[in-house]
């Protein structure tokens, strides 16, 4: 059974507030993402991470930034949230270990709704 | 420039018959194929992968067919099941490399009972 968890599931803040989305899972799994999607439309990777103290950018580009210290833990800082910023964001990890690494495990999201 | 399409954005099916979701790709690359089910206010879930040495993976009710040429992939769901309404997204990775996953856009089914 997939353990990813992410918090808070639903989030309304104003302009110009930091914000950080925490997603852990307990899987020990080493890959972990960050995808963003809005209604409608595909999820885009925005963050990557093979293991601990890796980051990487994903294809779309995001004002967010990632870190990446604990194997589990794999939280998504907004500096200074925008309204261009609201969306659903998408945690998952995966078993890197694998030649095919076929499944990524979702946690449930978090709809972010910046005013 | 969308690498992953389902062009159909919803789909209705009656409850006991078959389901027919479609994807196609244009990255040749792409070697590894996914379909993963939503629903609404949770995250996607796996539901079955094939690998581009096949042609078709079957998982129970849930069949993948993959059509290298056409680059084409569906997913048949037989017998439908009010519980199979959800939405729908096709993935594919291009396994030599970095392993990142690029999604289609969904499709909503809609189980009719």
């Known amino acids: 059974e997939a353990d990813i968890y992410q918090t808070p599931r639903y989030l309304v803040i104003g302009t110009g507030k930091k914000i950080t989305l925490e997603c852990s899972q307990t899987?020990?799994?080493?890959?972990m993402y960050w995808y963003q999607q809005d209604p409608g439309m595909e999820l885009h990777l925005i963050h990557y991470s093979y293991g601990v103290n890796s980051t990487e950018k994903g294809d779309l580009s995001s004002e967010s930034t990632v870190s990446r210290i604990r194997t589990e833990h794999f939280p998504l800082t907004l500096e200074s949230a925008r309204p261009s910023h609201t969306s659903q964001y998408l945690c998952?990890?995966?078993?890197?270990?694998?030649?095919?690494?076929?499944?990524?495990?979702f946690g449930p999201g978090t709809r972010l709704t910046v005013l | 420039d969308q690498q992953v399409k389902q062009n159909s954005p919803s789909l209705s099916v009656q409850e006991g018959r078959i389901s027919i979701l479609n994807c196609d790709y244009t990255n040749s690359m792409f070697d590894y194929f996914l379909w993963y089910k939503k629903y609404p206010a949770e995250g996607p879930t796996f539901l079955i992968s094939?690998?581009?040495?096949?042609d078709k993976n079957e998982d129970g009710r849930f069949t993948v067919f993959l059509n290298k040429s056409a680059k084409h992939l569906s997913l048949h769901i037989v017998p439908s099941q009010p519980g199979d309404s959800a939405v729908y997204f096709c993935a594919a990775m291009a396994n030599f490399g970095n392993e990142k996953l690029t999604f289609g856009t969904g499709t909503r089914l809609t189980i009719i009972p």
């Open positions: 899987m020990g799994h080493d890959k």
């Open positions: 094939i690998s581009s040495i096949k």
């Open positions: 998952a990890s995966s078993d890197g270990g694998r030649a095919l690494s076929d499944e990524q495990f």
